[in-house]
Structure formats: structure tokens, C-alpha cells
């Protein structure tokens, strides 16, 4: 009897299988992007594509992030499947015309005769010393979007799982990769990779009374951290796991505030008019009655993303978490 | 220190071009000729085929009398807004009798005509405009991308259409229409040279017609010509009459021929004039002055093809009056299929948002029904 190892892999390692996986199962699936060929991407997220596949299903295109999804557009328009790679959260910015426009309204415009199969993955989000440009949370212009599917993965499992759901959808899918969570590792058999739920589920990550922290991506694993150390405070937290922003899985997340009766919502995204606002709102609409307190938000500050060397006073960070759930005992 | 005296500098090292330099292309093939191409009232014109002119020259009176139609239905109230292609017919029924069955043509919103042409029904190809959906047809039973109302933002697409189509094995050009002003957009830039390198099937033809809404091409561009644009991306840049339809039709026919073959793509300015204003919302006595328009339209292309096919004998008064007729039982049947009120389903609203609809959109759905049966009982 062989068994298959089971090596720690990487959260990059398996989006590149993901999308490795998907180009041989199915030849319509084409990797576009700046680097992504023969350098395999500056995270190397795209690593042996261009080898395994040819540069005509991994292609180096120019350096034109509106001309990479226009041309995505086409070629989904022909019947492929094109998986764009942004490069960076704020390199993306000059492709939201083709985004907005066209990739979000394809399908609605054309009465559903044309729908874009278009995965855009976009690394996103700060805490590795990058310099300006290079650390946005850009997540809130996509959520604010209709027509957009919007995931974000938080483990190794989800990057490989959510991915090759991305690329199967018939709708087009901004795929954010929390770049800070590239290089963390799980014990993953990419051989049998586990079936994880696909877009708009989401995961209660750790079970808890006192209270729940809604996160995504980069937030989650400061947040599983976070309940760990509420222990000694007394508190036994739920940590809800969104995995889709669009479309929301309200149902998750009801269920476990009604259960808690107290929520905070954890994102590095500026807080005025983040996906937090929104969550919040809804949570307050079907909650009210179960609620403690009030819902509260940890979430970047309001300013342009900061220089490195400041930004860990930026992000949500153990403590800011700790002591927003200390709020949450509310007497008046 | 002077420049002179830095290490390295003087005749001796600039004799020595760095390693990795050296002009890719002769740029002269690539250059447009400085006098746009003419066939019509040339010794050119000899060559004509007898058959295609007169098609070209029915699609022309035709063309002609489904812009007036269509302006007079926004006159009264019928479609939102029209911008006329008055002027412009030559490039537009051209851009459509040169693409084959499963050619693909990438319209900006002014290209109605271009799409009527290449067989769309026109209630279909007015859809947009009327303002009951926003592409009244499936792009690609036709192969006519919806009608783009961005700028250039359609140039792009056609690109990675004609890309796909090529990695696919398929024998497929794009043809994609753009106006002066959008050569000045990003996607304009971003789309040519996608295409250059990837040495796409695809055409550009930009039809230059003289304003972006009210403002000049001087205003627009300080390039010698649009055509002039290609050789800085690496494809044959082509300057044509736009009121000439034989000699647009001959220069895309090159063109097509040319990506068909696995040439690559080339850039065509058409010059010409847009005779009407930007559309009913525009007043284009702001911007320009009557003797400007009158004397384009002493160079109107309906009346070029019918001197120059009349004169060689390929035309005659009967040949013309059928024309006028086919043209009037098309604009008789289109006012009164327009004249009947489009039956809108408001529940289409949240239909075709996604492949499946997010519970967020049911909630909405369901709201609207509710209000909707409340104003039947009222």
C-alpha cells in the first residue's frame, strides 16, 4: 500500500496548483498577467505554468493591467477562461474601467447571452514591509461592484479550493490573495485536496459564546489569535471566517451572533464605507433583538495605506481586538 | 566636471551603441502616405467592381435614410438619444461587407448603422438607444460585440477575441470601429500595442470624423496624422478618404486579408465628417461654422459613388429609384415597429446579475414584487 505524504505546503504553492490543475483539466483555462511566465510571478504564485502549459496558456503580456483584463475580455467573449494575475492590490486600479464596465456588466447588459468566466487575482493587503502602492485592501471598490463575485481565502485549503471554484464559475471573480498569508504552511495533500464549500459560504473557524469576530483573509489568523488570548480574559469567542464577500453567506453569520449576542467585525480595509459598514448594518437589521451591545468594527484607520514602518500601528492588530471585545460589556 | 570630460564620453563611445539597442523595424513600410487614399473620380476607379459598387452604393441610400429615421424617431421621443452617422455611411456599410460570417465587429455606440448592415435587425440595433435593454441582441448569434459606450474600451476586447480565436486554429478577424477622440484613451494605447505584440488578427479603423462631441482634432491629437500612431506600435498605419466606400473598402479588405493571413494588425484612419451634431442633446453651431459643414457636404459619399457609377455606366435612374425604394420600405417598417411600446418586464431587473441569484438580490426581488402588486390592487 503507498501512502501519499502529506507535506506542509505553502498558500502559494497551492494557488498555483489550483490554477496547474485547472489548466489540465481543462484546455479553455488560459493564465494571463505581467511575469507571470517565465519569472512565474514576483510571488511565484505561477511557478512551471508556462513550462508545463506553453506561454499561448501562461502568457507574459505587456505591462498594461487595463489591456491584460480588455484582452481577458475578449478572449472570454470566444469561449476561454482567462485567470489575470493584478501584480498588486493598487496595480489593479487602472483596469477598473474594463472591470466596471464591462466584466461586472457583460452578462446583465446582454441578458445573460454573454457571461465572462474571468478569475482576477488580485494579492492585496499589507503587513510585508512593501512600499506605497503596495499594500492596499482594495476590497471595498469590488464589494461595491454588482455583477462581481468577491473571495478572499485565509488557509492553505481555501486558496487551493476557492481558486479552482473561481475558474469554474461562470461569473467573473475578483479573487483577493492576502499576500501576508502567502507563506504561511498547513499540512495539505495536494494529491486529495480536502473538498472545502465553494463561493458564498462561509466557516466558523472556533467555536464560542461570548462573543464573534467576523473576519476574512489576513484578519483571520489575528483573529483565531486573538480568541486564543480572550481566554484569560474570560472570554470564549466565536471566530466566523467569511471566505466570499460577494455574494455574503448571511446566514452563517446570523446564526452565530444570535447565538453570541455580541459581534465584532475585524478587516484591514479603511473602516468609513468598508465591507465592516455593511456587515454591521445587516447584522443589526437581523440581530437586534439578540443583541448585548452594540456591534463594534476593528478595522484599518481612515488614511491612506501608511509607510511600512508604521503600518503595525495600522492593522488590526491582538490587542486593538482584545480591547474592542472589552467594550462589548456594555451597561447603560 | 563637464560633460565632455566624463569617463566614456565623446565620439568614440557614442560609435558604440550599448549591446541590447538596435531599431527592431525600417519604420517607412509601417508610415501612412501623407494624402489619404482615393479610388473615386481617379484613374483608380477603373478597376471598380461592377457588382460590389452597386451593392455598396443600395447599402449607402439605405444607410442614409436609416439615419434620418432614427434621428426623426428621437425627435419624436421614440429612442433616447441618436448619434447620426450623416457623412459617415461609407466607413460604416464598408466596415460591414468586408468582414466574413464569422468575423467578429467590436462597435462604439455611434456604429448602429455598421451593425445594421452587417445583417442586425434594427429594432435590435436600437435597443440601447430606446433605452428598453441595454443590447437588444446575443453578440454572438451575430458576432457584433455590444454596442460600447466607454471609449475604446471595446478595442481591447476585440484584441483578445482575435488572440483567442488564433490560439483556437479559427480563421477570425476583429474589426474594431473607434472615433477620433477615443485615440486619446488608454485602451486605445493599451489595445494597439496588445495587439502588435501578440500580432493579433485584428483591424482598427478609426473613423476621424472631426470632433469628439465639440472638440477639434487639433485639440485632440498634436500626431501629423491618426494613421501615423501605428508605426509607434509596430503595424502598418493606413490614411483613406472616408467618403470614398471604394477605397475604404479596398483599404480594409487589405487589412482583413492581411490578419487573416497572419500578418498582424494594422491601424486605418478614415477621414471624414460628421455632418449632424454629436447627437440631439449636442448644438454644434458652438463649435463650428455653416460653411465648414456645406462644404463636406459637397463631398458627401453618397452622392461620390453615384457621379462616379452613373459616369461609367454601372448605375442607371432605375438602379437608383430601386435603391430609394428598398431604402423607404426599410425606414416605413422600422417607424412602425418602433412605434409599438416595448413590453418591459420589471422583475428583469434582477435577472442575469449573476448566473445564480445571491440571496441579496431574492430579498430586493422580492420588495419590488410586493410593490408592484400593491400598485395593481390600487
Redesign the interface.
Known sequence: MTTVAVKPATMAQALGRAMRDAMAQDPTV?VMGEDVGTLGGVFRITDGLAKEFGE?RCTD??L?E??I????????????R?VVEMQFDAFAY?AF??LI??VA???????????LPITIRVPYGGGIGGVEHHSDSSEAYYVAT??L?VVTPATVEDAYGLLRASIA???PVVFLEPKRLYWSKAQWNPETPAAVPGI?KALVRRTGTSATLITYGPSLPVCLEAAEAAREEGWDLEVVDLRSL???D??TVVASVRRTGRAVVVHEANGFGGPGAELVARIQEKCFHHLEAPVLRVTGFDIPYPPPMLEKHHLPGVDRILDTVARLQWEN | MTVQELPGAGASHRSTPPPAWRPRTDAAPLLPDPEPYRVLGTPAAEKLDPELMRRCYAELVRGRRYNAQATALTKQGRLAVYPSTVGQEACEIAAALVLEEQDWLFPSYRDTLAAVARGLDPVQALTLLRGDWHTGYDPREHRIAPLSTPLATQLPHAVGLAHAARLRGDDVVALALVGDGGTSEGDFHEALNFAAVWQAPVVFLVQNNGFAISVPLAKQTAAPTLAHKAVGYGMPGRLVDGNDIAAVHEVLSEAVRRARAGGGPTLIEAVTYRIEAHTNADDATRYRGDAEVEAWKAHDPVQLLERELTARGMLDEAGIQEAKDAAEVMAATLRERMNAEPVLDPMDLFENVYAEQTGRLREQAEMLRAELDAEEQS
Do not use: C, I, W
Open positions: 488560459h499561448d503580456t505587456p498594461a487595463a489591456g483584463l480588455g484582452a481577458a475580455v475578449g478572449m472570454a467573449m470566444y469561449g476561454l482567462p487602472p474601467e474594463q464596465s464591462h456588466k457583460m452578462r446583465n447588459r446582454t441578458r445573460g447571452a454573454m457571461p454588482p455583477g463575485h464559475s461562470d461569473d458564498g460577494v455574494p455574503f448571511e446566514d
